[in-house]
């Protein structure tokens, strides 16, 4: 009996498309896991079928596509594309301003933060301490970062100042909204509003 041809040995004719030859060969690869013998039949065959197609494609006679020739090339490559494409989408200033925290610096400065918030909500006659607590944390969180203690300043005092503006914002709202506001400003849920956005300053830029 006859040694099979290549395209035999795959299951495939030698009309199949270069997705179908390289479907078969994976599909028998998963076959025969274990049998080294039997794989190696496989390869063999499979790079026997490509190089067919290659001396047809210098022939002129079919187009073979690099991503046959050299998909393990392709697919090292497309990482690498991707992350440039990404970087050329987001402007430098912005690069270089937002901060990518790991998971556990996030939960641990928001459990700080929220942990300020609870005791306000217990103690809201302190307000300017929980406050002041905030803008210290937030000083030491971002100067950790980039050891750049001016930087660090600024940008808590930027987020206080926002969260200000932005408690402030919705106090008016709620007032024209016909709720009455009674007590000093920030109210717990105000403070509550601050100290988040401290803690998005703090934890997400740089």
């Not at 925290?101 to 942990?115: H, N, V, W």
């Not at 803008?135 to 750049?148: A, P």
Request: proline residues 5%; charged residues 20%.
């Amino acid at each position: 009996m006859s040694e099979p041809t290549p395209y035999e040995k795959l299951g495939v004719n030698d009309e199949a498309s270069f997705e179908t030859v390289r479907d078969a060969r994976d599909r028998l690869l998963r076959e025969y896991a274990g049998d080294e013998s039997e794989q190696e039949a496989i390869e063999v065959a499979y790079d026997a079928i490509l190089m067919d197609r290659l001396r047809a494609r210098k022939e002129g006679k079919i187009a073979v596509p690099d991503r046959i020739r050299y998909p393990e090339r392709l697919a090292a490559a497309a990482p690498t594309s991707t992350q440039t494409n990404t970087q050329r989408r987001a402007p430098s200033w912005l690069s270089k301003l937002l901060d990518n925290p790991s998971q556990k610096d996030i939960y641990t400065s928001l459990g700080i933060y929220a942990a300020l918030g609870a005791i306000s909500f217990f103690v809201p006659i302190a307000t300017t301490t929980w406050l002041s607590f905030g803008l210290i944390v937030s000083v030491y969180w971002l100067t950790r970062k980039e050891n750049r203690f001016g930087r660090g300043v600024l940008i808590s005092l930027s987020g206080i100042s926002l969260g200000v503006i932005l408690a402030a914002i919705s106090r008016q709202l709620l007032v024209l909204s016909g709720f009455a506001m009674n007590g000093l400003f920030p109210s717990p849920v105000e403070l509550g509003i601050i100290l988040l956005v401290m803690w998005l300053h703090a934890c997400f830029l740089r």
